[in-house]
C-alpha cells in the first residue's frame, strides 16, 4: 500500500528539478573530497602509496535486513541538475 503526502515549503520545487535530467555537463575526477574523507579511483591508486577506492553502502532491505554493498571506484562523476 502506498501513502500519498503532500509537499510543503520548497520540497515540491527541489523534487521537481532533481526529477528532471541531469544537465549535459559533468565533472570527472580520480579523486574525490566529501565530508572529510578522501577517495581514489581503482587506477589513481595504482601508483599511490595508500589505497583508497572502495565504497561500501549500508542499506536496510524491506524484510528489515541490513546488507553491505562493497565496491571499488573506477569513475568518479559529478552530475549538474538545473537550479531554479
Known sequence: ??????LVGNASVTLNLLSLSPERKMKCYN????N??????EEYS????????GVRVKRSTSNEFE?????MLEKV????YPSD
Open 31 to 34: 579523486e574525490y573530497f566529501i
Open 46 to 53: 595504482q601508483v599511490r602509496k595508500t589505497y583508497n577506492n
Open 77 to 80: 562523476i559529478e552530475l549538474q
Open 1 to 6: 500500500m502506498y501513502q500519498v503526502y503532500q
Open 67 to 71: 546488507v553491505d554493498y562493497y565496491e
Open 36 to 41: 572529510g574523507h578522501v577517495f581514489h579511483t
